[in-house]
């Protein structure tokens, strides 16, 4: 599913317009995103959780010419589905 077949089917479900449910999903993604930005965790009960994992700086090997290099450390969103979200998808 790409984002406007999303955006259609929440218009569908919601009982809105693809014009509101795109407005709605933008403004979803973007308090999503503001809020990992700020280190928060979002937990939507039954849905998930999104929050940010931070990657500490490693050694790492290029696989070309074998020679060592250093990662840096970062952060990277991550999303943990909560049971009721599980459960629905294994029915």
């Given at each position: 599913?790409?984002?406007?077949?999303?955006?259609?089917?929440?218009?569908?479900?919601?009982?809105?317009?693809?014009?509101?449910?795109e407005k709605a999903l933008a403004a979803f993604e973007e308090a999503v995103t503001d809020a990992l930005k700020k280190g928060e965790k979002i937990q939507l009960v039954g849905f998930g959780t999104f929050e940010v994992a931070n990657r500490p700086a490693r050694t790492g090997i290029n696989p070309q010419t074998k020679?060592?290099?250093?990662?840096?450390?970062?952060?990277?969103?991550?999303?943990?589905?909560?049971?009721a979200l599980k459960?629905?998808?294994n029915e």
């Open positions: 599913m790409n984002k406007a077949q999303l955006v259609a089917a929440m218009a569908d479900k919601a009982e809105m317009t693809k014009k509101e449910a020679a060592t290099i250093e990662i840096k450390a970062s952060k990277n969103p991550k999303f943990k589905p909560g049971k459960d629905a998808v």
